[in-house]
Every structure is written in structure tokens, then in C-alpha cells.
């Protein structure tokens, strides 16, 4: 039988599931389909599991340099299946908690693969949704005033590079390893590799990195790239850069080897396992867009920004339309898009203003735009930077390596950017954040008491360096 709803959302990761919180706040009677897991990507495969892993490397390395701190531990080891289980434990508990929110808001879910179908006798328009049910009982017929895809993504491959889920992995499977390889390959240096790079370091494996660009995170700013690579080369992690991946692996006596043109010289590598990560393709087959007049470009939904698609009742959120592919991006543009089919007449989402973040060791994160685009785009600039070594807080954490820097324009006072890299720099950001949404000086935040003795005090040194005036420089 038929069922109407006032808005259809199919999939419920990140974006999807708070979509329809919001909705059903609005009134809206709504329902969710979801082929795998309510949470998604985030909770399932991303966002959650990686940082428990990543929070059971750093216990591991700080407890194994204890005596840096006076603490005498010898014989420290590692039990990877405890480590595994404790992950799954806060997925399971976290999950638990999505599932009863859908109740809470009265959100159907449907559990199955959901299709858009063309005009039908259900409706003149494209937008039904038919959704073939995991179960195996018969198909679900929705008819929704409007639809949001919110079908995420999944990793990429490299021609020659195919996942096998054994030797060579994307980072689906490295989540599920049930022992740790020795030594490992990870191509692509971007956010993701960083932050496996990192932890696979602090569990004491031997990592490579390879970047096709000039440095490891190349979309942030220069400087955070350089001291991001003498921090990981100081740890003893291989990164190579300049490096064009060859189209094949060889895999021999449980070995994976590749060759990569190095700035024009040819070099092989080898390890136990490699891990291909090189961006994720949004999940647009099998969802019926052939059936409406949405329009995709290099395989991303094109939307406006309340994030209708060409057909104005169906939106698209999250991964699947590109961008900055982050939770947070993806369920705020499910409220914007909620809030526009309520008729609550939201405010577009300004992208230059969502805080990035890399949760490795050390962490970065940034809101605005980098130096080199500033200079690109003809600012005047002044900038402040304050490095970690000479706070207080940092040298107690025994963790100093990194700084905070603030790109200012110098004509107009403007805060551009504001990069950091260091302890806690992730949980730190917002402050940046929202002095930028307040249009905030350098000035301002300076004058803002940090509290002493605190990480962000790097923010107000920083503020105080952007007029030469910071005080313990
Ligand atoms: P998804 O979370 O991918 O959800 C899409 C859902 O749609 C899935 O559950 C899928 O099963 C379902 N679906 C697909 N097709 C259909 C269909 N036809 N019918 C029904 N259901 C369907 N972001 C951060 O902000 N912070 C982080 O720390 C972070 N860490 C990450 C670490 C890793 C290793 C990875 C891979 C990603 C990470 N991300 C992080 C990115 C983040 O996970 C994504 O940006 C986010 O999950 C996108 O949410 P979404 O709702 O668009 O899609």
C-alpha cells in the first residue's frame, strides 16, 4: 500500500538523520530510507570509529614514552581486539541513540534500498520513492510532497589500484582489521591518509605515505603542510611527495608492492598491506535520477543554495553533492534544507565559514582561506603567529609542536583565516569560528581574556602577533 509523507529522505547518515529530526520538529510527517545502518558513513565507517581508533593510539604512544611524564611502564603491549571492541561499543551506543531519536520524533524508518521514480499514477512529478525492503517482503510505495537525497558516498579507487579488502584496502575495511600489518603503504596524503598515517604510526606500524601534490594536506595552508610533515618525519613516517602512483600492484607472498615516478625518478615500495585514499564518489547509482531532470556535474548533485536540485521539490545534502565532505556540512545542509521546504526561510550556508578539521596527531583545523589565497585573491595582509612552545598548558600536555596563525587583511582589519596545528587545536577552532560569523578583529579577540593556563591562549598571542604585540614572543 501507498503511504504519504511531506518529505522522503533517502538515507540516513549524518545529513539524512538530522534532516529528518529537524523536519519532524517542523511538523512535517517524514520518513527515513536507510539500505544499511541509521548513522551512516560518520557513525559506521567514518567520523566515530576513526577517532576511537585514533584515541586508542595516543593512549598507546603516551603510555609507551611514560617516563617522559615520570610514569615508569615497561612491558606495554597492545590488545587489538580490545581495541576493536571498545570502537564498537561506542558505535553500537551512539547508534542505539539514533534509533531512538527516530522514535522520539515519530520518523518511519525504512529499511531498504530507495529508488525516485518518474510521473506515476501515484503522482504527476517525479519524486515517488520506491523502496525494495531488506526483509524481502514486498516494495514500499512513499509519495512525498518532497524528497532529500542524502545517498553519501564511498571511497574511490585508483586505476590498478582495485580493493581487494585484504592486501590492498580502502579505509572501509582498514576499520575492521583484526590485527595490525607491520608495515603499510597509504597513497593519498590528504585528510584521511593523515589521519590513518598518524594512528597507524602511534600503534607502532611502519607507514608510507604517497601524495601525487607538491606536500601532504595540500588544500590547507602552506605553513600548516610543512609542520605537519616535520612532525610525521620526526615520528618516523616515509612521506613522499611530487609521486605519481603507477597503475598496478604486484601482490607476492603476502606483499604488496607499487612503483611511483618520484619527481621524475622511478622508486618501488614496498609493505603488508596498502590503503588506497584518495576522496570518496558520491552514491548516485541505482537511486532513479534518471527519472527526474536533476542534473549532476563531474558526478556530484548540482543544487542551489538551499540545496534544490533542478526539480524544486527535490533537495540533495551532504556527500553526494560534493563540496566539503564533512557530518557537520552535511546535516546542516539537511536543516537549511528542512527549514526551505517549512517555508522558514533559512540562511544559506556561507562554506567559507565551516571549521575543518584533522583529528591526527598533531591535530589541525582551520575556518576561512589560506595565505596563498588571500594573496590571490589581492589582500593586504598581516598575519600573526604564535607558536605552542612557549605556552604553558602545551609544555604541561608534554605536546608543543605546532602553532596557531591568523591572516588578516591589513586595510580593512578583516580576519581571513585562522589555521592551527598543534594539542587540541580541533576542540579549539570554533573560537576562530565565531569570531569570524561576528566579524571580529584580531583586536577583539585578543581582548577576549583566555584563560590561563590554556591552549587557547595561542589564539590570543596569535591575535596580539597580528599588531606585533604578542606578549610572550
Ligand atoms: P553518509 O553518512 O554516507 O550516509 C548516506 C547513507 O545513505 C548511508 O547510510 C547509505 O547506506 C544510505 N544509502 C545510500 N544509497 C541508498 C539508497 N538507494 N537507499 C537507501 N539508503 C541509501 N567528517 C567529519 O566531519 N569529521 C570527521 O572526523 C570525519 N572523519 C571521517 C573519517 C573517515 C574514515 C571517512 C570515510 C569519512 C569521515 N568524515 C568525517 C566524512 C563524513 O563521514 C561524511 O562527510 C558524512 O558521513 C556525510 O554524511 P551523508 O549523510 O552525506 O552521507
Redesign the pocket.
Known amino acids: 500500500m501507498a503511504q504519504e509523507y511531506d518529505l522522503v529522505i533517502?538515507?540516513?547518515?549524518?545529513?539524512?538523520y538530522v534532516a529528518a529530526i529537524r523536519a519532524s520538529q517542523l511538523g512535517l510527517k517524514t520518513a527515513i530510507?536507510?539500505?544499511?545502518?541509521l548513522g551512516?558513513?560518520?557513525l559506521h565507517?567514518?567520523?566515530i570509529p576513526?577517532?576511537a581508533l585514533l584515541r586508542s593510539a595516543e593512549v598507546f604512544a603516551t603510555t609507551k614514552r611514560g617516563e617522559d611524564f615520570g610514569v615508569i611502564t615497561s612491558d606495554v603491549s597492545l590488545d587489538f581486539g580490545k581495541v576493536q571492541a571498545r570502537k564498537n561499543k561506542i558505535i553500537d551506543q551512539l547508534h542505539k541513540g539514533v534509533q531512538h531519536l527516530m522514535k522520539q520524533g515519530k520518523i518511519d524508518v525504512y529499511e531498504?534500498?530507495?529508488?525516485i521514480l518518474g510521473p506515476s499514477i501515484f503522482s504527476p512529478m517525479p519524486g515517488t520513492i520506491s523502496v525494495e525492503m531488506n526483509n524481502g517482503t514486498e516494495n514500499e510505495m512513499l509519495i512525498p510532497k518532497n524528497v532529500i537525497v542524502?545517498?553519501?558516498?564511498r571511497p574511490r579507487t585508483l586505476p590498478g589500484l582495485e580493493i581487494d579488502g585484504q592486501l590492498v584496502i580502502s579505509?572501509d575495511e582498514a576499520?575492521q582489521l583484526e590485527a595490525l600489518p607491520k608495515s603499510i603503504i597509504i597513497v593519498g596524503g590528504g585528510v584521511?591518509g593523515i589521519?590513518w598515517a598518524s594512528m597507524l604510526s602511534d600503534f607502532g606500524i611502519n607507514v608510507t605515505v604517497i601524495e601525487f601534490a607538491d606536500r601532504i594536506i595540500p588544500t590547507e595552508d602552506k605553513d600548516i603542510s610543512k609542520e605537519m610533515q616535520r612532525v610525521l618525519k620526526k615520528r618516523g613516517i616515509n612521506l613522499v611527495t611530487s609521486a605519481k602512483v603507477l597503475p598496478e600492484t604486484i601482490i607476492k607472498d603476502q606483499e604488496v608492492s607499487i612503483s611511483a615516478e618520484v619527481k621524475g625518478v622511478l622508486k618501488q615500495f614496498k609493505a603488508e598491506k596498502l590503503l588506497v585514499s584518495v576522496g570518496?564518489q558520491a552514491?548516485l547509482e541505482?537511486?532513479g535520477l534518471e527519472n527526474t531532470d536533476i542534473q549532476t556535474e563531474n558526478g556530484f548533485i548540482v543544487t542551489n543554495e538551499f540545496n534544490q536540485t533542478k526539480e524544486s521539490h527535490i533537495y540533495a545534502?551532504?556527500?553526494?553533492i560534493g563540496g566539503l565532505?564533512?557530518?557537520?556540512?552535511?546535516s546542516h545542509e539537511g536543516i537549511i534544507a528542512v527549514e526551505h521546504i517549512a517555508g522558514e526561510k533559512p540562511s544559506p550556508m556561507n562554506y567559507n565559514l565551516v571549521s575543518r578539521?584533522i583529528?591526527s596527531n598533531p591535530e589541525v583545523s582551520s575556518v576561512g582561506i589560506t595565505e596563498e589565497q588571500a594573496k590571490e585573491k589581492g589582500h593586504k595582509l598581516k598575519i600573526g603567529k604564535f607558536s605552542f612552545r612557549a605556552i604553558g598548558k602545551a609544555l604541561v600536555f608534554g605536546d608543543s609542536d605546532g602553532f596557531v596563525k591568523i591572516v588578516a587583511d591589513s586595510e580593512t582589519d578583516d580576519i581571513l583565516g585562522v589555521h592551527m596545528i598543534g594539542p587540541h587545536v580541533t576542540d579549539m577552532i570554533t573560537e576562530a569560528g565565531l569570531a569570524m560569523v561576528l566579524d571580529a578583529t584580531p583586536w577583539e579577540i585578543a581582548h577576549t581574556i583566555h584563560p590561563h593556563p590554556t591552549l587557547t591562549e595561542a589564539i590570543g598571542e596569535a591575535a596580539l602577533a597580528v599588531d606585533g604585540k604578542a606578549i610572550h614572543s
Open positions: 533517502l538515507g540516513g547518515g549524518t545529513g539524512g530510507v536507510e539500505k544499511g545502518k551512516g558513513t560518520c565507517k567514518g567520523c576513526s577517532k531498504g534500498i530507495g529508488r542524502a545517498t553519501g558516498s579505509s576499520l584521511i589521519e570518496r552514491n541505482g537511486i545534502i551532504g556527500d553526494v565532505q564533512l557530518a557537520h556540512v552535511a578539521c583529528y
